[in-house]
């Protein structure tokens, strides 16, 4: 009954006095401005909010049903939704800003979510923050035509971007990403290289592969990480011309047994730094390391845990370029042989003794001895048919005949 009487009233209500439900509505909206207006921000006219630390854009659309116009936001934490979901679901809020700012924030980090939760966005304001120039800020570049001033915003960090343009970078960025060889990962370290120092990292570490990637972004200078893989011949990166920008080189912890180095000194690639250790290596390739004398920087290899093969000549060279170019093999002293000598050190000068003195002295000997025997046997059987051929001359058998014989009277 009383249910009844209930609705009764309420329809009653509904459809007598709609006029004055509008009305209604209309002052509870504009009384609860206010309250709607969400903690963290000002909301100092109906349509103009600025909003001072939040963590992000999610804290201010919770029970929130307003329109804003004008949106400010002052040391935002996260620019990136890691949930496309969120920003959708409360698309309302933003889908009406129209001027946006953002300031005293550092930009290390926007969605595309985050951009396209402002879709008729016409101006944003980024001046006074700090970016933080990597790929993660890539989506910014939508929003590029939008930014005041685009061309004035600067880079912070990373150290080698600092001070270089905004958009500038980005769109190096976005170059040698999509230049970038699957599956490597290639991060930008700098807008230009001086003194060939790498100006971006191409990392390939760890991603199973058994062959050299066959392409490279261009115009940089390189340092290509290729450790923790199974490459087993490393030849293409010695000789293509594709790497000879490249002047660090990892490849260590692969199966590299084979690197073969052609005299063209054409195609030649020259590193500065060269990790070579733990594979199968058995010699050590000409000129991976000789033609280092004309260089205007010392280059370092590093060789260790590999199963050199060892007699007295691998030994030697190997010593003798330890002794020319002091530290060019920065871990000459961990090397050790594989194979029948396995464990000992290469550096060790009683080792290289062992393998090369002993064995010489002993060839040198022999072969004095052979040449000695040889020469006494020439000339004794020179001697000898000499002897022989005068005594037939001088007629000494007649005469030995005579002495034997006693003298006739
Ligand atoms: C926000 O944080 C900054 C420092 O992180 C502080 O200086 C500022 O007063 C804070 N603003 C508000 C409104 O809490
Ligand atoms: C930003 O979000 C993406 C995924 O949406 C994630 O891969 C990335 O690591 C995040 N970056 C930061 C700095 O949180
Ligand atoms: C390449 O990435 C791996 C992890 O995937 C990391 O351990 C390594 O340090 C990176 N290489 C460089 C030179 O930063
Ligand atoms: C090699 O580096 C130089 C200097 O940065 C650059 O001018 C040149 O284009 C690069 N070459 C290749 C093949 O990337
Ligand atoms: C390469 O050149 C060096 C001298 O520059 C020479 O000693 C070596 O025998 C050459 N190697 C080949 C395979 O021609
Ligand atoms: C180094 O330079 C000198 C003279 O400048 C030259 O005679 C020599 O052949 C060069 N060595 C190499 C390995 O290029």
Redesign the pocket.
Known sequence: MQSSTAKDCFDNFDCCHLQIVSLLVWALVCSAEASICPPACQCLSKNAWTCDNISSVADIWRDSGMVVEELTLNHIKDL???SEQSFSDHFGIFVSVRRLKIQQSAI??I?ASFIDSFPIVETVFLEDNQFLCSE?ILSLQRWQSKIDGFNKLQCSSPDGLAGKKVFKALKSIARAITECPRPCRCVVRSMDSQYSIPNLLVNCSQSKLKNTPVSLPKSWVIELDLSHNTIEDATPLFNLPVFRNVTVLNLAHNHIHNIQVPNATGHKNHFKLLNLANNKLTQLANSVIFDTENFSYQPLVMLRNNPWKCDCESVKMFQSIALKQLHIIGDFTHLTCGGDFEGHLISSPAFLQRLCHVPAVAIVTIRCVNILCFIFVGLALIKTAFDLRTMYAVGIFHYFAHLLLPPRK
């Open positions: 990136n939704s890691t290390s980090s969605s993660h």
